[in-house]
């Protein structure tokens, strides 16, 4: 969390519309200002993986703790998100013998964006133990589906000011 006021920026992931997918449950990730999360009323789970390891270490204590055979990711700097981006994803993993399904828009992958078997945690676990911790590496030993959102290309925009939250506010 940014101590400047960007509120909205960082609320907006936790209000993920849950209703796309029942049952389910939010878990976030902060390694940080722990009591500000928490008071979203979610559980707030922290690394452990030790080292600030990345967006997998968050992604590796999230499978760990969900409650749920599949894990949805999303980074707190994108706080506009598709309204069908958890259902797009679940659709396109659905039936399929994908490991995950990540997010992209034309030819850009978002791998941050991503919908995740739990069944690869013990995977994730042997890559980030073995010093991996770049995202792209470790989903390239995995099955992966892409779903395309070109048709909401800037919702995977990353905000980082309040600046430019108040600009992307104004589109």
């Known amino acids: 969390m940014r101590p400047y006021e960007i509120r909205p920026h960082e609320i907006r992931p936790c209000e993920i519309r849950p209703y796309e997918i029942r049952p389910y449950e939010i878990l ?38 969900a409650s749920f055979a599949r894990v949805a990711t999303v980074p707190c700097d994108s706080p506009f998100l598709p309204a069908d981006l958890i ?3 679940a659709a396109a993993l659905h039936g399929s ?15 941050v964006f991503a919908l995740v078997r739990k069944t690869v945690l013990p995977h994730l676990t042997q890559f980030l133990e073995g010093g991996g911790r770049k995202i792209d590496a470790w989903y390239a030993t995995l099955k992966t589906v892409e779903v395309a ?23």
């Open 97 to 111: 013998e994908a490991d995950l399904a990540v997010a992209r828009t034309f030819d850009q992958p978002h791998p």
């Open 149 to 171: 959102f070109d048709d909401e290309a800037e919702a995977f925009r990353n905000i980082n000011t309040t600046d430019e939250l108040k600009q992307a506010d104004r589109r």
């Open 28 to 65: 976030i990730n902060a390694n940080q200002h722990r009591a500000e999360y928490e008071a979203f009323g979610h559980p707030v789970l922290v690394d452990v993986i030790g080292g600030f390891a990345g967006p997998l270490a968050g992604l590796h204590v999230a499978l760990a703790h």
């Open 87 to 89: 259902a797009r994803l």
